[in-house]
C-alpha cells in the first residue's frame, strides 16, 4: 500500500472508529475497560485501538487472555498476549476456565460452553478490577455472519437485531463491541499498516462449524452477486435493533 494510500485508508478507518465512538459512546473518560484478547487479528486491533483511545481519553485499561482448557496452543497464544501488553504498557491477565468440564457437568456443546464461561471469566475480573466495560473484537462481518445464521435458524425478528454495541452483563459492567463499524479486511490492513503481528486459531477453518461454512463456502457466493453484502446484512440488524423489539 502506496504512502498516500495508507495515509487516506488510516484517515478512513479512525474516521469510522470515532464516528462509532461519537455515536454509542462506547469508552468513557475514566472508566474502566477489560479488553478479551485472543491473539487473533480482531482482538489484537481491539487492543491497539483501545492503547491508543487511552492517550485521549485517560482510562485504566488491562487485557484479559482466556484459556478454555483445550487447546496446546493457549500457552504461546497467552505469551503473545502478555509480549503485546509488555509493549504496548498494559496489564494483561490470563484467566483459566473448564471447558470440557463444563461441558459435560451442563450438558452443553462446546461452543456454547465455551462461551458462557468466557464472559462468566471476564465479567468476574471486570468486577473484581471496577471495570465498568468488557471490550470485545467483533466486528462487521462477524455482524453479517450472525444474521445469516439466525436467519437459517429461523429465529423470530429480534433476533435479526443479532450483536448489539453494547449490552449489560450486571448492573456495573457492560459489553462492548467497539470494531462493528469494520470489514475484516480492514482490520488486516490495519494491522498490516501498524507492522502488528497476530495468531491464527486454526479451528476457524475447520467447516464442521456452522461459522465457519458461512464465512468460508456461502458469503464468497453471496459476494459474486453482491459484493456489498456484509454491509447490508450488518444494517439490517442494526435496523432491526432500531425498532426496539
Not at 183 to 210: F, G
Amino acid at each position: 500500500m502506496a504512502g498516500m494510500r495508507r495515509k487516506e485508508f488510516m484517515a478512513r478507518i479512525w474516521s469510522k472508529l470515532a464516528l462509532a465512538q461519537k455515536k454509542e459512546g462506547l469508552v468513557a473518560k475514566g472508566k474502566g475497560v477489560l479488553a478479551a484478547v485472543s491473539g487473533g487479528p480482531d482482538s489484537t486491533c481491539l487492543a491497539h485501538y483501545l492503547v491508543s483511545l487511552r492517550r485521549r481519553l485517560s482510562f485504566p485499561l488491562e487485557l484479559a487472555y482466556i484459556d478454555h482448557g483445550l487447546r496446546k496452543e493457549a500457552l504461546k497464544e497467552a505469551a503473545f498476549v502478555r509480549l503485546l501488553g509488555r509493549k504496548w504498557g498494559v496489564t494483561v491477565s490470563i484467566l483459566k476456565v473448564d471447558a470440557p468440564g463444563a461441558r459435560k457437568s451442563r450438558g452443553l456443546g462446546l461452543e456454547e460452553a465455551c462461551r458462557k464461561l468466557r464472559y462468566q471469566a471476564l465479567l468476574a475480573q471486570a468486577e473484581r478490577l471496577q471495570f465498568s466495560a468488557v471490550a470485545v473484537g467483533h466486528q462487521m462481518d462477524d455482524q453479517a455472519e450472525t444474521v445469516l445464521l439466525n436467519l437459517l435458524r429461523g429465529v423470530k425478528l429480534k433476533a435479526l437485531g443479532a450483536m448489539p454495541p453494547r449490552r449489560n452483563l450486571s448492573s456495573k459492567v457492560q459489553l462492548i463491541r467497539p470494531l462493528l463499524c469494520l470489514k475484516r479486511s480492514e482490520i488486516l490492513d490495519y494491522l498490516k499498516i501498524h507492522q502488528i503481528d497476530y495468531k491464527i486459531d486454526e479451528t476457524n477453518s475447520n467447516l464442521e462449524l456452522s461459522r465457519n461454512w458461512i464465512r468460508h463456502m456461502v458469503f464468497p457466493l453471496l459476494e459474486e452477486k453482491n459484493p456489498r453484502i456484509r454491509e447490508h446484512l450488518a444494517g439490517i440488524s442494526e435496523q432491526v435493533r432500531a425498532l426496539r423489539l
